[in-house]
């Protein structure tokens, strides 16, 4: 057996075992893809990121579920640039570039006056799809009715690197009786059975945020749900611009919270910002480690 040290990280918090937890592997290069994959399933998080070397930016970062690789993932990101920055990896570099399944991104570090570390990602350019499936089996399949869901909005396919379902729902009371049944969603999603669900409201817990989420994976994945959500708040972000609040200038400055249902509260930070033919999307967040541990897998 082979032992591989996981460095746990909880994205969008501060506070250890809240936000979303990802495993941090810092020996990437010396891991076979199936090794990676048996890692992933090992730690048993939504996510485990790999830093590994490469030949088109300053890093590259490989995201793996218990199930599968995934494009990009934006809480694993902020951990594990969190971890590298933290442990001295990264040197004096503030901004740089990450590749990525789902392209090349810029980075980048901020340091406030306390020693808080925020980071920025700038994600892929939003895409949407329409839903054509049922609503019905759609709500049933979270645990909610038809009646929940938001009669006057969209419910569309995003993403900006990682493909998910955008559900507005009328109230946050909805949030609370959510169960979902993952196995149906390939079912229900005809246009897209990998896809994961978000469910979004805009009445929030906290009066200082502008949306609250819940997020459902992929039966895919080998996971029901993730905590705090990156990419699904970036792709959140594009459609509150497109079709929420239409008549913003520049740009637009959100905050997401998530996590509240499963204990896991957290915040993520998202800028939309208006270019000529499409947005620029980009996620800001901070992270906290947690604890190490060792993981064994086949040699």
Request: glycine residues 6%; negative net charge.
């Amino acid at each position: 057996m082979k032992s591989i040290k996981v460095y746990h990280y909880d994205a969008f918090s501060i506070e250890p075992n809240k936000g979303n937890p990802a495993g941090v592997i810092l020996n990437g290069d010396d891991l076979t893809d199936e090794e990676m994959q048996e890692v992933a399933l090992k730690v048993e998080f939504n996510e485990t990121a790999f830093p590994v070397k490469s030949n088109i930016a300053d890093l590259r970062i490989r995201y793996f579920t218990p199930g599968h690789e995934m494009n990009l993932c934006g809480h694993a990101t902020i951990a594990t640039v969190y971890a590298l920055k933290t442990r001295g990896l990264l040197g004096d570099k503030t901004n740089f570039t990450i590749e990525t399944k789902a392209g090349v991104l810029p980075i980048k570090i901020d340091s406030t006056t306390d020693n808080d570390t925020y980071i920025t990602m700038k994600q892929a350019s939003p895409q949407f799809i329409d839903f054509k499936g049922s609503k019905e089996d759609l709500a049933n399949s979270i645990g909610v009715n038809k009646e929940d869901i938001e009669d006057e909005l969209p419910i569309l396919y995003g993403s900006t690197g990682t493909w998910t379902l955008l559900i507005p729902i009328k109230t946050l009371d909805a949030f609370k009786k959510m169960k979902p049944n993952n196995k149906l969603f390939p079912s229900i999603l005809k246009e897209m059975p990998k896809a994961s669900i978000h469910p979004f409201c805009l009445e929030t817990y906290d009066s200082d945020a502008d949306m609250h989420a819940r997020h459902f994976s992929s039966p895919f994945s080998g996971t029901i749900e993730d905590a705090v959500t990156g990419t699904a708040s970036g792709v959140m972000g594009a459609y509150f611009a497109k079709y929420i609040k239409r008549d913003f200038e520049e740009s637009l400055n959100l905050v997401v919270e998530q996590g509240q249902e499963i204990g896991k509260n957290g915040r993520v930070m998202v800028r939309v910002s208006n270019n000529e033919d499409n947005y620029v999307i980009e996620i800001t967040g901070n992270a906290v480690f947690v604890k190490e541990f060792d993981v064994l897998i086949e040699k």
